[in-house]
């Protein structure tokens, strides 16, 4: 009998998405605090849609992420932290879980988008390798990843996550050209990864501060 996938709203998948994401770019500081988690969901850069999630919010997607055997808390002396548990809850090698966290951030993409922005998370042998992936993805059962049909001006077939539940293919059209060439898109990934790793960096730095920072007074 078939195992249901978990269904996901979409603040939940944009924070399994970042914690993914943060576990391969930023180790250094993961698992991620629920401040950090906020930082990485809402950032500008290597996300679609833009967010604007509040820590409450954060942090309830992440206990609803915990209850779905998704992830992970971990207790330390400064502040709570969560790690994801994709790889071992869904049955996925590394490489598919790094495909499945850039699905879960950006929406439905190319196998060449996926290519160029998983440079940084997990190293694929080729365009092939990639699409290897996905098609293992596609083919569970029941399938984590589907293949969209092609809208006007696309010339490459996009893949979406299903753990938000069927995809609309209208909701997700596009019309730009999707065989632009993969070293222009690297070169856009490197540097939306700098900018992460320093968002990341940035919300660590503020949640140390205040576990040093006084208690205010009683009123």
Do not use: W
């Amino acid at each position: 009998m078939d195992t249901p996938l978990p269904r996901l709203s979409a603040h939940q998948a944009r924070v399994l998405g970042c914690l993914i994401e943060k576990e391969a770019t930023t180790p250094d500081v993961y698992p991620l605090t629920v401040n950090a988690a906020q930082a990485a969901a809402n950032q500008k850069t290597a996300r679609e849609p833009v967010m604007h999630l509040d820590p409450g919010e954060v942090q309830h997607a992440l206990r609803q992420l915990e209850q779905a055997g998704l992830a992970k808390q971990h207790f330390s002396s400064r502040a709570e932290r969560y790690a994801h548990l994709a790889d071992g809850a869904l049955g996925l090698v590394r490489p598919q879980v790094i495909l499945l966290g850039l699905l879960l951030l950006r929406g439905p993409q190319t196998a060449y988008e996926l290519l160029a922005r998983s440079e940084r998370m997990s190293r694929f042998e080729d365009i092939d390798d990639v699409r290897h992936h996905l098609e293992r993805l596609a083919q569970r059962s029941p399938p984590l990843v589907t293949q969209l049909p092609r809208g006007g001006g696309q010339r490459e077939d996009r893949y979406a996550h299903l753990l938000c539940g069927p995809v609309s293919v209208e909701a997700t059209a596009v019309t730009r050209d999707d065989d632009a060439p993969v070293r222009e898109r690297a070169d856009e990934t490197a540097l939306e990864a700098r900018v992460a790793t320093l968002e990341a960096e940035v919300a660590e730095l503020r949640t140390r501060l205040q576990s040093l920072l006084p208690p205010e007074p009683a009123p």
